[in-house]
């Protein structure tokens, strides 16, 4: 093979691949406790700081400076503190990204609680653990966040889901949107508006999954909470690749490959051609998977 063992995801138009390389044993770096917590502290007084991102950059410098006495030391610690956590987040952005683009999704759901039933800590727990087990026995996945409304602060779950057994039955009920001020129309679970409270299952197509995912990352910028992901949803999936099967070399220095649509997956062992993800979207989850 060409390109064996290459790790390949789905950008949302073409399939791309990371062939395999042999990196040279590099020595583990030993963790700066002192640094690390050094780094920790300058994240804490930039989020609690208020104003713009200028004002927030410049009294986390003075907080810094108060306890170091040394002005330009301060700002070298802030700046590389910052400019790494925003390069973190924007690898952590983009291999949710990848782990979303790679599901065939079927549901986009919205979960609330009612008072009645529990309480706002409850649902966290409750909610998640009952999800968790259905990834555990009906192969359920799932990527949401827990956001509040602008309206009454009221805590609830956004999420997309991969549902390949229904729970409950879908029931079709109506009532006033004090947001919209007018009648809205909810798909409703009987198991989850039984156990939970209010809950809203829109069917989903591949056509809406763009739409889907910056809806669920608006809310992850704007509120900052915690993006939450049913375990071992892969980033890869890992296949050979043939030369017939590239288009040209891409990226920098140019260490991917853009696949054809109609790219051949095969097995490791035998070398046989599995098939074409272009004719059969479920071989992804008969392939080695990469995290």
């Not at 359920?140 to 229904?166: A, C, D, T």
Request: glycine share 4%; charged share 30%.
């Amino acid at each position: 093979m060409d390109y064996p063992k290459t790790k390949v995801y789905f950008d949302g138009s073409h399939y791309i691949g990371i062939p395999h390389t042999t990196q040279p044993w590099k020595r583990k770096k030993t963790k700066d406790k002192v640094k690390t917590e050094q780094q920790e502290k300058v994240k804490e007084i930039y989020k609690e700081s208020a104003g713009t991102k200028k004002e927030k950059i410049e009294n986390t410098i003075n907080k810094v400076n108060e306890e170091i006495k040394d002005i330009d030391k301060s700002t070298q610690i802030v700046n590389e503190t910052l400019e790494r956590e925003k390069r973190n987040r924007i690898v952590r952005y983009t291999r949710l990204i990848r782990k979303i683009r790679l599901q065939n999704w079927t549901h986009f759901c919205t979960f609330t609680y009612d008072n009645n039933k529990l309480t706002e800590q409850e649902f966290r727990i409750r909610f998640l653990n009952c999800i968790r087990h259905f990834v555990n026995r009906k192969n359920w996945k799932y990527v949401g966040v827990f956001e509040r409304s602008p309206v009454n602060n009221r805590l609830h779950f956004h999420g997309i889901f991969l549902i390949p057994q229904m729970v409950g039955e879908i029931i079709e009920t109506k009532d006033y949107s004090t947001k919209t001020h007018q009648m809205q129309v909810a798909k409703q679970n009987t198991f989850f508006l039984e156990k939970f409270g209010r809950n809203d299952f829109r069917p989903l197509d591949q056509h809406s999954i763009q739409d889907v995912i910056g809806y669920i990352t608006k809310y992850i910028n704007k509120t900052g909470e915690k993006i939450i992901c049913s375990r071992h949803l892969q980033t890869y999936f890992i296949t050979d690749i043939i030369e017939e099967d590239v288009v040209c070399t891409i990226g920098q220095e140019d260490r991917k490959i853009l696949l054809f649509d109609s790219f051949n997956c095969f097995d490791f062992e035998t070398g046989e051609v599995l098939g074409q993800l272009s004719n059969d979207k479920e071989l992804i989850n008969k392939l080695p998977k990469g995290y």
